[in-house]
C-alpha cells in the first residue's frame, strides 16, 4: 500500500495578470498585491483540511477579470471564483463527490463556450466560466489527482496516477486489519500506527469518526473501483457524461503522479516516477517513444516545460535535465545537478528561465 510522509504532493504558484499578484495559502485564503508590493485585497478561507493531511498543493488561476480556485478537500469541496479587482466572491460551486484534486483549474475555450476545467475524485469536469454550471464530466479518471489539464490542437488532456490501481492495489480490508489491528478489537484507531503516519491515516476514516472500520474501507474500495490511472484527450463541443462520446484517444502506460502533461509542437510529453518520460502525437495518441529512462532516474514532482525547441525536466532531488524535442527517441542536450529538491516548475519567460529550488531562485 502506497505511504507517504511529504507535507503536499505539490506546491502553489502565484498567479499574475501583469497587474496583480495573488497569491493562495491553503492555510489562510488569498491575498492579492500590486507590483509594488502593496496589499490590494484578502480573501481568507478556512483551512483547506484533504485526506492525507497534505495540505494544498493547488495554485490560483487568473482568467479575464476572475480568479479560479480550487478548493477541493477532504469535506465541503468546491470551485470558487473571485474577482480580481475586489476580492468578492463571484460564485462558488459545490462538489460533493471531490475528496482529492490538487491540481489547478484551467480556461479552456470549449468551441463557443468559455468554460473552467477541473479535475477531481474519478472524474474530470467542465464548468461554466460566468455561472459556475457544471456543463459535462468524464468519468473513469484517477483517483487522487495532482496533475493539472493542459490544451493544444483545439484537445484538452488530462492524465495521471494514484494508488489503489493494477500496479499499486489496496489490499484487503482483512489483510489490513491483520497488519495494523494491534490490540485485536475489529477497527483500528490512529494510536495504532507510529506518530509520523497519522495524518495520512487520518484520510482513511471516510465517515470522520476518529478510526478506520470495515465501513470505511468499503468506500475506498468502491472508489478504486470506479478509478482508472489514464491519460485522455478530450474532443470539444461535449454537454452532459462524454465520457463514451468525446474521448479522441487514451494511454494506461507512463502516467505521471504529480508532474501535468506537456503539450508542445503538437505533441505531448509525459513524465513518470523514476525518470521515465513518454511522448505522443497529439492528435492521435500514437506514441513516438514510450516510458524511455532519463539518466535522472528519480521521482518527479515538476512539470515539463518547453521552449526554443527545448524540453526542460527537473526531478525532486535537484537535476535538471534539458532534451531535444521532437525526435523517435529522447535525447539529452545538458544535464545540470542543483544539490537540493525541486518542487516547483521551471517557468520560462521572454529569454529567461527561472527555477526555484528549496533554498534559492535563478535566472538563466
Request: hydrophobic share 35%; with cysteine.
Amino acid at each position: 500500500m502506497y505511504h507517504s510522509t511529504e507535507s503536499s504532493p505539490a506546491t502553489a504558484t502565484p498567479a499574475t495578470d501583469g497587474k496583480h499578484v495573488v497569491s493562495y495559502f491553503g492555510s489562510f485564503g488569498l491575498i492579492c498585491h500590486d507590483f509594488k508590493g502593496k496589499e490590494l485585497w484578502r480573501h481568507p478561507l478556512p483551512v483547506a483540511l484533504s485526506g492525507g493531511g497534505f495540505g494544498s498543493g493547488t495554485s490560483p488561476a487568473l482568467v479575464r477579470n476572475f480568479v479560479i480556485l480550487n478548493r477541493d478537500q477532504d469535506q465541503n469541496s468546491s470551485l470558487l471564483v473571485v474577482d480580481v479587482a475586489t476580492g468578492k466572491t463571484v460564485w462558488e460551486t459545490p462538489r460533493s463527490d471531490a475528496t482529492g484534486c490538487f491540481g489547478t483549474p484551467i480556461f479552456w475555450k470549449n468551441g463557443k463556450a468559455d468554460e473552467i476545467v477541473m479535475p477531481g475524485t474519478v472524474q474530470l469536469k467542465g464548468y461554466d466560466l460566468k455561472t459556475g454550471q457544471e456543463r459535462w464530466v468524464v468519468d473513469g479518471m484517477v483517483g487522487f489527482a495532482c496533475t493539472t489539464p493542459v490544451t493544444g490542437d483545439g484537445l484538452l488532456f488530462f492524465g495521471g496516477w494514484s494508488p489503489g490501481q493494477s500496479d499499486s492495489p489496496w489490499p484487503s480490508w482483512e489483510v489490513y486489519l491483520e497488519q495494523h489491528d494491534k490490540n485485536h478489537d475489529g477497527e483500528i484507531t490512529f494510536d495504532e500506527f507510529e506518530p509520523a503516519s497519522r495524518e495520512f491515516i487520518r484520510g482513511l476514516d471516510r465517515d470522520h469518526d476518529g478510526k478506520i472500520t470495515k465501513k470505511d474501507w468499503d468506500m475506498i474500495k468502491e472508489r478504486a473501483v470506479r478509478a482508472k490511472n489514464v491519460l485522455v484527450a478530450v474532443k470539444p463541443g461535449g454537454h452532459g457524461d462524454i465520457t463514451q462520446t468525446h474521448v479522441a484517444w487514451s494511454a494506461t502506460r507512463g502516467l505521471p503522479y504529480v508532474p501535468s502533461p506537456l503539450f508542445y509542437q503538437d505533441r505531448l510529453y509525459i513524465i513518470k516516477d523514476g525518470g521515465m518520460i513518454s511522448c505522443f502525437d497529439a492528435r492521435t495518441g500514437t506514441p513516438f517513444y514510450s516510458q524511455e529512462r532519463l539518466e535522472a532516474a528519480d521521482k518527479y514532482y515538476s512539470s515539463p516545460v518547453a521552449a526554443d525547441g527545448r524540453i526542460y525536466v527537473a526531478s525532486l532531488s535537484g537535476k535538471l535535465t534539458v532534451l531535444k524535442a521532437g525526435g523517435d527517441r529522447p535525447e539529452t542536450l545538458h544535464q545540470a545537478n542543483f544539490g537540493e529538491r525541486i518542487f516547483a516548475t521551471p517557468a520560462p519567460v521572454g529569454r529567461n528561465l527561472y527555477l526555484r529550488t528549496v533554498s534559492k531562485l535563478y535566472a538563466f
